[in-house]
């Protein structure tokens, strides 16, 4: 496996302003994926993050809303822009080695949107 | 149809007895199956993973794979106070997406 280091572990913002989350692998990986966690829920996949091109969103998720940077094969951001109350959940970053193999997880950023 | 569907639960097991936990899935291309374990307020933890038909053991914890049914289960054999968790089944679909199931809750009572 590997070690994923993901900042911020929480904020509190206002409505209408934009967090930035950024996420550090340890070694290379081959897929990232970004996900959303509301209370008592399960994770919702939001987008893969393509190195060195353009994420590829899941139904219901944009990139205006959610640009997702990926520069090189070990770093990942997730911004979450003109936040609002109902944007407030957990965020996790997630990477594997590709094809069957384990995904591992950062630890998550609980996000509160006031 | 979800992609990943898993009875919510919660599902209550005294300890010492087998706990079953079980999943389906609709994407026939999918390739591997991970059971994960949450606990509240922490991030998911891989507990088990499987990509062949048959079972799969790794000490109190089994995985049971049958593709042709769409079909993935986790049995915890003497089960203890702290499997108390949510176990959320996932799997690798045939666009290398990783989809999870929305959790069952298990609670051992002593």
């Known amino acids: 496996s590997a070690v994923i280091s993901q900042k911020p572990s929480r904020d509190i913002c206002q409505r209408g302003t934009s967090l930035t989350i950024q996420c550090q692998v340890d070694s290379q990986v081959t897929m990232m994926f970004w996900y959303r966690q509301q209370p008592g829920q399960s994770l919702t996949l939001i987008a893969t993050?393509?190195?060195?091109?353009?994420?590829?969103?899941e139904s219901g998720f944009v990139i205006d809303k959610f640009p997702i940077s990926r520069p090189n094969l070990t770093f990942s951001t997730l911004t979450v822009s003109n936040m609002s109350p109902e944007d407030s959940s957990i965020y996790l970053c997630s990477g594997n080695r590709g094809a069957n193999t384990e995904a591992f997880f950062g630890q998550g950023t609980r996000l509160t949107v006031v | 149809q979800k992609e990943v569907e898993q009875n919510s639960g919660p599902l209550s097991v005294p300890e010492g007895a087998i706990a079953s936990l079980n999943c389906t899935y609709s994407d026939r291309g999918s390739q591997s199956f991970f059971w994960y374990r949450q606990y509240s307020g922490k991030s998911p933890e891989l507990i088990m993973f499987?990509?062949?038909?048959g079972d799969k053991e790794d000490g109190r914890f089994t995985a049971q794979l049958n593709k042709a049914s769409q079909y993935v289960s986790l049995l915890i054999r003497d089960s203890q106070p702290s499997d108390s968790a949510t176990y959320l089944c996932?799997?690798?679909?045939?666009?290398?997406?990783?989809?999870f199931g929305s959790g069952t809750r298990l609670s051992i009572r002593p």
């Open positions: 996932a799997v690798e679909s045939s666009a290398s997406k990783i989809i």
């Open positions: 993050a393509n190195q060195g091109s353009e994420a590829t969103y």
């Open positions: 499987i990509y062949s038909n």
